[in-house]
């Protein structure tokens, strides 16, 4: 047997993007910005469900609750889902759906059958309270609710009251009877355009709100294709002689971010990957088990989940050489976590990557492969073709090399817009399309490296935090004279929130009662797990703002007032 050469990734890109190639890029005009594109994509999410079926038999979805879809299976639910969505709600292009549930089939259902109708998925954040939903559906102004009991229970702690205010269809209260409403329907032709509206994705700001991001389906697409451009270079990079034995990936990431809703729910049909869902709570011990049950071939995720599993005192590394793949995104893999991965799955060593982005350029646009990360354990990687990275400053030129500056992105994948927020859009971009991501880095030798996260933005087990959220619901407590919220390290989450409270002078307030206020607000990773009473005023600059870096020891407090 004749093992193949590796050629450099250069060289790999120009044969997979050139002309006649599988990923051949052409240069278009996408909303008013020349760029590079795809050539060979799909135009619409339906075109992709449609392909879908060529798999046939084969299993698409193995759900712990039991349900067991072939890609057959999931197109004919879709249809039949979709059908009864325009016949009993008037679901149509332009219609917004808002799904407020926790990881269910019903939920992937009502999304792919939303989406082939040509409306607007609108993802709620399922781990939001009450005035958190009340401010999603608010804001969105969705026509129809798909919700579980559970989340329409928390809407009986908002101001507002239980009642959603629009109309609502309840999972456990008969959508059962959508997968049958008609099992032979035909997906709807009515025309998707590529830049049409596909989903409403809620990204927290620097308001502390969170924000939706308008992704089309050219965006859902363009990730797709990069993912895909990104696998062929690597096995044109390292070839292997040996057929490729069929992936199979384990889900456990919230369907209303990108890495369940994109790298799960979309990946799957797009790809003839075979998903492993799992449900409710992430349990390390309910991973292994279906691992080994389902031929699990690939373990990915949040850098808190990985940790979870690997130093689970159930998990023996001999009982999992099937899994040949790990990797994620969220948050930065710290190199504690990258070294304990390749001791522990050393099988899956040289198949690790982590992806950077944000749910604006629909979460992928660098990725750091094994190789990258052993040189560099600190890197995001390497752009993917078919986006483009650079580094501006903040008046918007273009700086260069190991220059640091601001991130941005430009590509099919960066989102449309912020829903109904102008100024915010127009905040986040630089002229010619370049999306500003809010992170601070550098670009070497074709690397790309972080230098800091968005301001003050704390990243706990993946989910992104903004102080100010917290610090005004804290505010708001009656013995409360000033507040500071920060991040403190955490080995599996990456941070934890802590919470610095000076006091109203004669009250007082135990850590405790200042933790149960944030959580009768705000949803649970929200709440700090550390709590500070101090009676002596917050360190602040001349102009009044709080100086978190004094708060957190990184710098001292050099203000002083005359």
């Known amino acids: 047997m004749t093992t193949r050469a590796a050629i450099p990734f250069e060289q790999a890109v120009a044969a997979l993007t050139g002309p006649g190639g599988p990923f051949e ?32 038999e084969a299993e698409l979805a193995v759900w712990d609750t039991g349900p067991r879809w072939t890609f057959r299976d999931h197109e004919r639910l879709v249809a039949s889902v979709a059908a009864a969505l325009r016949a009993k709600h008037g679901v149509g292009p332009g219609s917004r759906v808002a799904i407020l549930a926790a990881n269910s089939p019903e939920w992937v259902l009502a999304a792919w059958a939303t989406l ?30 798909i919700a579980d009991r559970g989340r329409l229970a928390r809407l009986s702690t908002s101001k507002e009251g239980r009642d959603p205010g629009i109309e609502t269809v309840v999972i456990e209260d008969g959508f059962e009877s959508y997968l049958d409403f008609d099992r032979n329907a035909p997906l709807s032709d009515h025309p998707i355009g590529e830049d049409d509206l596909a989903a409403i994705m809620f990204t927290s700001g620097t308001t502390g709100r969170p924000k939706g991001a308008m992704i089309s389906h050219r965006n859902f697409i ?63 011990k309910k991973i292994m088990q279906l691992t080994l049950a389902e031929g699990v071939t690939r373990w990915g995720g949040i850098t808190t989940q990985l940790w979870r599993l690997i130093e689970h005192p159930e998990f023996e590394p001999e009982n999992f050489r099937q899994v040949r793949s790990t990797g994620g995104g969220g948050s930065a893999f710290s190199p504690d976590l990258q070294r304990t991965l390749r001791e522990r799955l050393p099988q899956a060593a040289g198949d690790f990557n982590v992806g950077y982005g944000l749910t604006e350029c629909g979460g992928l646009c660098s990725m750091a492969t094994a190789e990258m990360l052993l040189a560099h354990p600190d890197t995001a990687g390497r752009t993917i073709p078919g986006n483009e990275v650079a580094i501006f400053d ?16 430009r590509g099919p994948n960066v989102m449309l817009g912020y ?9 986040a971009f630089f002229p010619g399309g370049w999306l500003r991501t809010g992170d601070i880095g550098r670009l070497r030798d074709g690397l790309l490296f972080l230098a800091s996260r968005k301001r003050d933005l704390i990243i706990r087990g993946g989910e992104n935090i903004y102080p100010l959220e917290i610090e005004n619901r804290i505010d708001d407590h009656p013995a409360v004279e000033e507040v500071a919220v920060v991040g403190v390290d955490h080995r599996e989450l990456g941070q934890e929130v802590k919470a610095i409270v000076v006091l109203k002078k004669g009250k007082a307030l135990a850590p405790k009662q200042i933790q149960e206020w944030v959580a009768a607000a705000l949803a649970y990773y929200k709440v700090p797990t550390y709590v ?25 407090n050099t203000f002083r007032e005359e």
């Not at 795809?38 to 135009?43: E, H, I, S, V, Y």
């Open 25 to 56: 890029l052409a240069v278009e005009d996408v909303n008013g910005s020349s760029m590079p594109v795809f050539k060979n994509r799909f135009r619409s999410l339906r075109d992709l469900l449609a392909r879908s079926v060529q798999f046939g």
């Open 116 to 145: 082939s109708l040509g409306g607007t998925v609108v993802a709620m954040n399922g781990w939001w309270q009450g005035d958190e939903i009340r401010y999603g559906l608010e804001l969105a102004e969705p026509e129809l609710l």
């Open 394 to 409: 903040d008046e918007g030129q273009r700086l260069g090399e190991n220059e640091e500056g601001n991130i941005c992105v």
């Open 222 to 284: 363009a990730f797709l294709m990069l993912s895909f451009m990104n696998g062929a270079a690597r096995a044109l990079t390292h070839p292997s002689d040996a057929p490729p034995a069929p992936a199979v990936s384990i889900m456990s990431s919230p369907l209303f971010h990108v890495s369940g809703f994109q790298a799960g729910a979309l990946m799957g049909p797009a790809t003839g990957m075979k998903l492993v869902w799992t449900t409710g709570r992430f349990d390390p």
């Open 419 to 427: 829903w109904r927020n102008p100024k915010a859009t127009a905040d």
């Open 532 to 556: 500070e009473i101090r009676t002596e005023p917050l360190p602040r600059n001349a102009t009044g703002k709080v100086l978190k870096q004094v708060l957190t020891g990184e710098a001292e």
